[in-house]
C-alpha cells in the first residue's frame, strides 16, 4: 500500500478495544478500510469481527449481474481509496469458509490473526484467489506455520455467532459493511470513509458517518412449504442449504406468515396435499406479493403438472427426480428471482447515487400528502438542493470523478437528513430533492442550513468553484405549506424552485425557504 496523501494524527495512545468494525472477507470496502488501519498500526488496538453478509453465495451461480456489481464495487474503490491497491477477481466467493477458520485461530496471539486475515484478504483482493477454497486456505495457512489450523473448529465461537446476531439485527447497523463503533458511545461510522472522514472519527470529531461505498445484507431466500414434510423431504434437503425453510400445513397459519411478511420469496405448495380452495387462495395471495409459486408432488403425476401450468406456477417440481436436477432447477428459480428483484429496485432507486429516483419520489410525495390530508392536514416541507458549480466541476474533474462526487453529496444528504432519510431522492442532474413531512417552515430551514453544512464538512475539493471555500457546495430552496386538496405536491416543487433560484442570485452555498 502505498504512502497516505494526507498527513495522519499519531493514533499511538488510542485505547485498545475503543473501536470495533464488522467485516466481511469478500467485501471490497471491508479490505480497503483493514488495508488503511494496517498501514495506520491499528489493527492490533481496533478489533475486527468477521462476518458473513452473503451466506448463500456459491462461484456456480455468479451470475453477470453478480459480476457488474462487484466491478462497479472496485471501481468505487479506485477512486475513494486511490492509494488501496485492489483488483477484480473474477467472482466473489463465499466467505463462510474462510470465517470459519479465522474462529480456529481465535486463539492466536492478536499480532498473528490480523497477519493471516491480512494475507486472506489480499489473496482475494490483490491476487484474485478463491478463499471459499479449502485447499487454496490450507496454502494460506501453512506459510504462518500453524498446525491444523486448515480444519474450521467444530462448533462456531461463541462470540463469531454474537457478532453476526449484532450485525444482523441492530436497526441502526442497516445491515451494511464496514462498519465502524466507538464501544464508548456507540458512535457509528458505515460504509468506506475518505481519509479525512475516518481520521476526524477516530479523533471523536464525528458522531456519525454514512456514505454508500457500502457491501449490504444478502439474505438466503426465504421458501415457504405447504404440505406434508415428509412426502417432500427429498426436495426440502435439497434446498435447505441454499435458503431458509418455512414449513406450514396449517392453511391458515400459511395465509397470515403470507399476508404479514414481505419478506417470503418463494412458495411451495404440494399438489397432493392441497385442496382446490386452500391451492386457489395461496396461489392468489402468492400472486398479489410478488412471490415465486412452485408447484411439487410427490407422485410426480401428469394432474400435478397440469395444475401447475394451468395455475400459471413458475416451476413444477416432482420429488422423484434425482437430487442434481432438483437443485439446478431450484438454483435457476433463484437465479430469476433475483434479477426480478434487482429490476423493481432499479425502477424506483437512481443507479448511480442509490437514492430515490424523481418518479419513485413524486408517488412517495403524492402518498405523503394524502396522509396527511386524511389525517386532517398538516404541515409539509420540500427542499430541492442544487450542487453549485457542478458544470466546471465535470469539467475540471471529468465525468468519473463527477459521478463520484454525485454519490458522495447524495450519501451526506441521507445520513444528515436523519429521520427524513427514506425522503431524499435524486431530481434529476445534480439536483436532489427531500421531502419534509410534517415540518414547518422554520424546522426546514433548519434543516436545510443542517444539509449545507455537512455537504461543506466533506471538503470535496472543487477547483473550479467560485465560491471562495474551494470545495464542493450546495444552494437549497425550500417551501413549506399546510396540506390540503385544493394543492399538489408539483405546487411545493415550483415554489421551492423559486427560493432555489433566490439562492443562488444570492451567491450560492445559501439556503433561502418561505
Known amino acids: 500500500m502505498s504512502g497516505s496523501r494526507m498527513n495522519i494524527p499519531d493514533f499511538q495512545n488510542l485505547a485498545a478495544g475503543e473501536f470495533v468494525v464488522y467485516g466481511d472477507l469478500n467485501c471490497p470496502f471491508c479490505f480497503a478500510l483493514h488495508e488503511r488501519l494496517f498501514a495506520w498500526d491499528l489493527l492490533d488496538r481496533i478489533e475486527w469481527r468477521l462476518i458473513v453478509h452473503a451466506p448463500d453465495l456459491e462461484g ?202 414481505e419478506s417470503v420469496d418463494f412458495l411451495l405448495i404440494e399438489h397432493e396435499f392441497a385442496s382446490d380452495d386452500n391451492f386457489d387462495l395461496l396461489s392468489r395471495m402468492a400472486n398479489a406479493r410478488g412471490v415465486t409459486r412452485v408447484v411439487a408432488s410427490a407422485t410426480g403425476s401428469d394432474a400435478a403438472e397440469m395444475r401447475a401450468m394451468q395455475s400459471g406456477a413458475a416451476e413444477y417440481l416432482p420429488v422423484n427426480r434425482s437430487a442434481s436436477v432438483l437443485s439446478a432447477r431450484f438454483d435457476k428459480l433463484v437465479i430469476e428471482r433475483r434479477k426480478s428483484v434487482s429490476m423493481e429496485q432499479h425502477a424506483k432507486f437512481d443507479a448511480l447515487t442509490q437514492v430515490p429516483n424523481r418518479r419513485e419520489f413524486q408517488a412517495r410525495a403524492e402518498q405523503e400528502w394524502r396522509r396527511l390530508i386524511d389525517e386532517g392536514g398538516g404541515h409539509c416541507a420540500l427542499l430541492l438542493i442544487d450542487i453549485d458549480f457542478f458544470k466546471a466541476y465535470n469539467d475540471t474533474y471529468g465525468h468519473l470523478a463527477g459521478d463520484t462526487c454525485l454519490k458522495q453529496v447524495a450519501s451526506v444528504l441521507r445520513s444528515s437528513a436523519r429521520e427524513y432519510e427514506d425522503f431524499i431522492a435524486r431530481y434529476g442532474g445534480e439536483e436532489f430533492v427531500l421531502l419534509l413531512p410534517g415540518v414547518t417552515q422554520d424546522a426546514a430551514n433548519q434543516i436545510g442550513e443542517r444539509l449545507r453544512q455537512a455537504v461543506l464538512a466533506e471538503q470535496i475539493k472543487h477547483k473550479g468553484s467560485l465560491i471562495q471555500s474551494g470545495h464542493v457546495t450546495v444552494s437549497i430552496g425550500g417551501v413549506s405549506a399546510f396540506a390540503n386538496v385544493g394543492e399538489t405536491p408539483g405546487d411545493l416543487i415550483r415554489l421551492a424552485d423559486d427560493c432555489l433560484y433566490r439562492a443562488k442570485a444570492a451567491g450560492r452555498n445559501t439556503v433561502i425557504t418561505q
Not at 481509496?81 to 486463539?107: G, Q
Not at 446476531?165 to 475518505?194: A, C, Q, Y
Request: net charge negative; charged share 30%.
Open 60 to 261: 456456480s451461480r455468479f451470475s453477470m449481474e453478480d459480476q457488474s456489481l462487484l466491478a462497479n464495487e472496485v471501481f468505487a474503490i479506485h477512486h475513494r481509496a486511490p492509494d488501496v491497491p485492489v483488483n477484480l477477481p473474477k467472482i466473489r466467493p463465499n466467505s463462510e469458509a474462510a470465517t470459519r477458520l479465522m474462529e480456529a485461530l481465535d486463539s492466536l496471539p492478536i499480532a498473528q490473526q490480523v497477519n493471516v486475515r491480512l494475507a486472506l484478504y489480499r489473496a482475494l483482493w490483490v491476487e484474485g484467489q478463491d478463499i471459499g477454497d479449502e485447499d487454496t486456505l490450507t496454502d494460506l495457512v501453512s506459510a504462518f506455520g500453524v498446525e491444523d489450523s486448515s480444519t474450521p473448529a467444530e462448533f462456531p465461537a461463541e462470540k463469531f455467532f454474537a457478532w453476526q446476531k449484532e450485525w444482523e439485527n441492530r436497526d441502526d447497523f442497516d445491515r451494511r459493511i464496514p462498519i465502524m463503533k466507538r464501544v464508548s458511545n456507540d458512535n457509528l461510522l458505515l460504509g468506506l470513509p475518505t481519509e479525512e472522514a475516518l481520521v476526524d472519527f477516530l479523533k471523536g470529531e464525528r458522531t456519525f458517518f454514512v456514505n454508500d461505498a457500502v457491501c449490504v445484507f444478502q439474505p438466503r431466500p426465504i421458501t415457504m412449504v405447504f404440505g406434508s414434510l415428509e412426502n417432500l423431504w427429498p426436495l426440502v434437503e435439497t434446498i435447505r442449504d441454499s435458503c431458509e425453510v418455512l414449513h406450514f400445513a396449517d392453511v391458515d397459519r400459511c395465509r397470515d406468515m403470507l399476508s404479514e411478511h
